[in-house]
Structure formats: structure tokens, C-alpha cells
Nanobody, 123 residues
């Protein structure tokens, strides 16, 4: 079965950086676009970034564009999210997902999720 395991979250001061990683198993990793989403308490899961199967195309939400970088290593079945210049509003649980539907910016386009990793940015 498909398993996704996120790691790398933590507590960081505003302006700092974190690197999240998602390890995937149970699927042909290079066959899928991968995405990162985040969910704050009481809110829906929102799109952050996605990367095409071989990394040639990346897409970001306006709120993270220029600060976050998504990358993948198909040899290791991992997708990373480098987060720079973090802001308190970036605080959320971050999830990686496998795109199985059309589109790519809605959580409903994704069929598999990890357990999430908490990112907390203090002001």
C-alpha cells in the first residue's frame, strides 16, 4: 500500500528556515506529481506547492512563492520542501500528497496523504 512519511517540522523563529521531507513507498514514485499542503487549526488543507514527475515543472501558492522551494529525488522516492523567510502565518501541519486527479491545487485532487509534520513559527 502507498505510504507517505513526512519529517523535518519543528519550532523556528520568524525569518528562519526549515526543510521538510516526505518519503514515499508502495508506488512508482516517478509516475506521479507530488504536492505539499498545509492545514492550520480549524481551517481547510491548502495548497502550498507541487512538482511534476521528473521535477521539470513546479508550482507554488502566491503566499509562499519566492520563499519556498519544492524538489524531488526519484532515486530516493523523496520530495522536499525548503522553507525560507518563515512567517508566523506559515504555522500549520504540513502534508505531502500524491496527485491522482486532474488539476493539482485542491486537496481533492490528491488521493494519498502522510500523517503530517507540525511547523510552528514564532514571532
Amino acid at each position: 500500500q502507498v505510504q507517505l512519511v513526512e519529517s523535518g517540522g519543528g519550532l523556528v523563529q520568524a525569518g528562519g528556515s526549515l526543510r521538510l521531507s516526505c518519503a514515499a513507498s508502495g508506488l512508482i514514485f516517478s509516475s506521479y506529481t507530488m504536492g505539499w499542503f498545509r492545514q492550520a487549526p480549524g481551517k481547510e488543507r491548502y495548497f502550498v506547492a507541487r512538482i511534476s514527475r521528473f521535477g521539470g515543472n513546479t508550482y507554488y501558492s502566491d503566499s509562499v512563492k519566492g520563499r519556498f522551494i519544492i524538489s524531488r529525488d526519484n532515486a530516493k522516492n523523496t520530495v522536499d520542501l525548503q522553507m525560507n523567510s518563515l512567517k508566523p502565518e506559515d504555522t500549520a501541519v504540513y502534508y505531502c500528497g500524491v496527485l491522482t486527479g486532474l488539476g493539482g491545487s485542491s486537496q481533492y485532487d490528491y488521493n494519498y496523504w502522510g500523517q503530517g509534520t507540525q511547523v510552528t513559527v514564532s514571532s
